[in-house]
């Protein structure tokens, strides 16, 4: 291949992409624009580049070097959008901590990450307070928090946010450095084990931004997002960077809302008072908001909801489009930086039930992401909506392994494309739909049944508010299906049989594969959940097998 | 400043930003849609993709190597969409020759960029006849026509590109190489002495594709680009990648219409036929589609028109919006990609004539765009919307320097900014405006009078056709602004004096600096253009001075 690299002339300025030009150089540059955290807060974009560089002279002043990490704990605010930009804008590494983790693994994942300083809400100081003599290399614990004194605490507190950001120069020159530097990290429950940690550059999320933005944008009609939008994140910031749409929010220059702990009167509150329009979240938020009291009377029809974490159930879509909120799908892992794939409608005319279909489905693949679903001899299945395999991508923004995970890594990349670990089909015009974790298929007799189908199939039972479906051993099947269903108490009494009977009638209609028909149903209390609010199937199977 | 770069695992895929990634990973993947040529040819995407590969396929089998320089001299044609792809994908790179360059000029493009091989379209082979012992390096020559039977010519062509193309396979394997390669080159013409070579990498190229379309598509209304939109150049692809828009209609995957050798009935024939919605044109172009004949009965009310090349005159401006077409102004240069700036609207309120002084403006610098406008003191001028200065810039695809010419380039990156000889203002909401060339710019007396502001005021006198300002000698004053002005013949009579009491009119309401009356005027039967359809002021000056 060709050695005909571009020359440079030695003045000539060879541009990084660094998170730095985000925020340098938006899309739309109006300095009176605002950021706003709940009821508390609010100030301007030139206020905010003030504040960024301010945090980065607090930072730097209390020792925070390139290389280091920081790490973060707190709800959604403008701190935590501060230090998306000014962490890694000296050269340190943002470590988003989920603080829904169990203490263990809080421990586990600081350890791990090898954190230098950490900047947490003082709501966490108890948790921190627990484990505090097992934090090893953590210097320095800097409290986050909405009033000015500063909480009582057997943790030694270098300072107060607000108070340090306060005193800080709001001159700081942020120098250049390699855009592969790495800009921030964070660890997944969502396989089996300790939690792993991924991690990713400068450039990659200059890159994902762009291109998320590109997606969205370019969309004719249906779930565009557009220089006039009002951001607000209903996915917490310290899961996958908030799905990266601080970032995409900050480089158009958009006005953004930060709600703090997420509550479902305050949010439908700052939906209305700054008439947000462009928001993020998993189906289980979605269906907090629409239970509440407040969602009657608070006006969502000009709110574009991009669902992801989990599919999106139709019942669910429906609810909200009955609404008029804009809702639809986005795809990706906390692996993916994360987004892959968005479920625009696109440009056909479609009646409400395709369109709810479409809304629902996993979504086309944003551009420069390369998508290949590959059957289990590693061919790529036809686009014919119907044959599944795995999900294997290549992108320029993917984590290029586990940190300090060398055998997890190359599994993950086994073959030069990232193993999703999900199985999906493809239809013609190149919508991707996951029907299933490769771990949660049902092998019934040598085929696939995905559990997502039939508890998708199960669930539109009036009588079932939830359930999730799992695969019991079988001697005969090896394996066979256990629905785990719980009732909706208001509604007409139900049975097993009953349960049956309505898959049945699926079968018979040709919409579900015939060996869903061996599958047992037990009735339980509650389906559990993991902290991001995904069923845990992992402990169902302890549970319930 | 850190070493803390990414680790990566062996097997995980590092992405590189390549040309090919943009034409297989589009952001709507739409096998059927439409790319055509004129009213001679008309496929799909699919067919387009097989195009380029057998493209690829033919050019390797003649010999092309990673490295080697393939020039094309062609009109807008689906062919040289394809060269746009094939050739920088298989490591060579594309020289897009100008057509409308002297014969020693071609001959010494060519020369210079050691070109290997040039695909032409017959219609220049007159030119080559001309000088073809000239050529040191062409080893190849292909055809490019529309017709089947081979042309009568002395040079010896190697074949004819429809037939190369359809006898080679639609397999071929794009490799993956460094995102620096060289991808394109072209010369420009816009300062003094032989033309000087630009060149852009892959990359350039992704992150100039990136950038313009999230610039255009995140507006709210006025100016966006979305994926129901139909394309059509106006701007010769021979200049500055027509802007860069092919690579953005591709990476978009909508509908493309190239319109071969521009001919006003036939441009606007296409435009209702196919129902083109986005064009970019220099204002001649605009102008000369708005004074044919078939102008009047053609819909252009859904037609999207970027204007670059030239500011936009407030007039044509004006004429344009009448017919309701969505008219605004885009800048760059050929060292730039070229897209620095958008003019779009914005989301103010604002009356007839501030939007269309908003449409003619130079624009609000492209996310990554960071630009300077620095005084004669290398201060940043106050964004006041009236001190001037020069734009400098630095963004992630301006040329690195000009192709093998060392103190041209170091000149051009003086300070570690790309110095565009551009002087403007900006106003404090970031739009920028020229008011002239640095070296157009009259130096009255210690004073900078731009010769654009003064050529705007006298087009608005209603006998005025055309104008053009340049600066003469003067001992008192050092320079005087020389009114090159050709007289509109269906209006009514003028003389010097009328036109400077025109001037002088602005001058008392405070809009023109006072030093303009000292201005002369001569009336003159045309203004000379460049190649490219500028104001060519340097022959101007040859002439008149």
């Not at 930072?59 to 701190?79: E, F, I, Y």
């Not at 679903?373 to 294997?392: H, K, N």
Request: glycine share 6%; proline share 5%; net charge negative.
């Amino acid at each position: 291949m060709p050695d005909n690299l571009i020359p440079r002339t030695p003045s000539a300025y060879a541009y990084p992409l660094l998170i730095k030009n985000l925020l340098f150089a938006p899309v739309a540059d109006n300095p009176d624009q605002e950021i706003i955290y709940a009821d508390r807060f609010r100030f301007t974009y030139a206020e905010f580049k003030q504040r960024v560089a301010k945090l980065a002279n607090a930072l730097t002043d209390l020792g925070v070097k390139p290389g280091d990490t920081v790490a973060v704990m707190d709800w959604d605010s403008h701190r935590y959008l501060e230090c998306f930009f000014a962490v890694p804008m000296i050269g340190a590494v943002l470590h988003t901590v989920n603080v829904r983790l169990l203490p263990e693994q809080v421990i586990y994942t600081i350890d791990h990450a090898e954190d230098d300083f950490l900047l947490i809400n003082s709501d966490f100081l108890p948790l921190i307070e627990k484990i505090k003599g097992r934090l090893n290399t953590v210097k320095h614990f800097i409290v986050l928090q909405d009033k000015e004194e500063l909480p009582k605490t057997s943790i030694t507190l270098t300072g107060e946010y607000e108070a340090l950001v306060g005193a800080a120069s709001d001159q700081f020159t942020f120098e250049d450095f390699d855009e592969n530097t790495r800009a921030t990290t964070f660890y997944t429950t969502g396989t089996t084990g300790m939690p792993k940690g991924v991690y990713f550059s400068h450039r990659q999320l200059v890159l994902h931004t762009l291109c998320t933005m590109t997606m969205l944008a370019t969309s004719a009609e249906q779930g565009r997002i557009h220089q006039q939008d009002v951001y607000m994140p209903i996915t917490p910031m310290f899961h996958v960077h908030a799905w990266g749409f601080p970032y995409i929010a900050t480089t158009m220059g958009i006005k953004q809302v930060y709600p703090g702990k997420y509550v479902p009167a305050n949010l439908l509150q700052l939906i209305d008072r700054e008439k947000v329009t462009f928001s993020h979240c998993v189906p289980t938020i979605l269906h907090m908001l629409i239970t509440s009291p407040e969602f009657a009377t608070t006006d969502l029809s000009n709110w574009k909801v991009v669902i992801g974490g989990a599919s999106l159930p139709k019942k669910l879509c429906k609810s909200a489009r009955a609404k008029g909120i804009d809702i639809f799908t986005g795809y990706g892992m906390s692996e993916t930086c994360p987004v892959l794939t968005i479920a625009h409608v696109g440009n056909q005319d479609l009646d409400e039930d395709a369109e709810i279909e479409r809304r629902c489905k996993t979504g086309r693949p944003l551009p420069l992401v390369q998508m290949k679903i590959l059957d289990d001899r590693m061919q790529e299945v036809e686009p014919d909506g119907t044959a599944v395999g795995e999900i294997t991508v290549r992108a320029p923004w993917l984590t290029q392994g586990y940190w300090k995970g060398i055998r997890n890594s190359e599994n993950l990349w086994h073959g030069g494309y990232l193993h999703t670990g999900d199985v999906a089909n493809i239809d013609a015009r190149g919508y991707v739909n996951i029907t299933d974790r490769i771990k949660d298929v049902i092998k019934i007799g040598g085929e696939w049944l995905s559990s997502l189908e039939l508890e998708d199939i199960i669930n539109l039972h009036e009588s079932v508010s939830e359930v999730a479906v799992i695969g019991m051993e079988d001697d005969k099947w090896s394996e066979k299906p256990l629905a785990l269903v719980v009732v909706d108490q208001t509604a007409e009494a139900v049975d097993a049989k009953k349960i049956i009977q309505h898959v049945k009638a699926y079968i018979d209609k040709g919409l579900m594969n015939k060996l869903a028909v061996l599958m047992k149903v037990k009735f339980v209390d509650a389906i559990d959940k993991t902290s991001v609010g995904k069923t845990d199937k992992k402990l169902l199977r302890e549970k319930y097998l």
